[in-house]
């Protein structure tokens, strides 16, 4: 079955770095686009960032473009969300999810469990 196990959240102080991981199976990982999204204490869901399923793609939302990274590892069935110049507004449950399709526009069908990123001083 489907798995997406997120990886890599904690704490970090403002300014600071982190590098999400999520590790995917039970599915062919390079046939299908992936994305990052998040949910803050009290919030919505707010989609972050896609990745085509040949990675030659990327889409990022206005709220994080500049300081995060997308990227994957077909080879190793992981995606990757790098995040610099992290803000306290940065502090949210990420999630991974996988489209059904290649493109990140597909609806995403599955979903992590998240973690927990908080940026505090």
């Known amino acids: 079955q489907v798995q997406l196990v997120e990886s890599g959240g904690g704490l970090a102080q403002p300014g600071g770095s982190l590098r999400l991981s999520c590790a995917a199976s039970g599915f062919t990982f390079s046939s299908y686009a992936m994305s990052w999204a998040r949910q803050a204490p009290g919030k919505g869901l707010e989609w972050l960032s896609g990745i085509y399923s040949d990675g030659k793609d990327t889409y990022y939302a206005d709220s994080v473009k500049g300081r995060f990274t997308i990227s994957r590892d077909n080879a190793k069935n992981t995606l990757y969300l790098q995040m610099n110049s992290l803000k306290p507004e940065d502090t949210a449950l990420y999630y991974c999810?996988?489209?059904?399709?290649?493109?990140?526009?597909?609806?995403?069908?599955?979903w992590g469990q998240g973690t927990q990123v908080t940026v505090s001083s």
């Open positions: 999810a996988k489209a059904t399709g290649g493109n990140y526009y597909y609806p995403h069908d599955y």
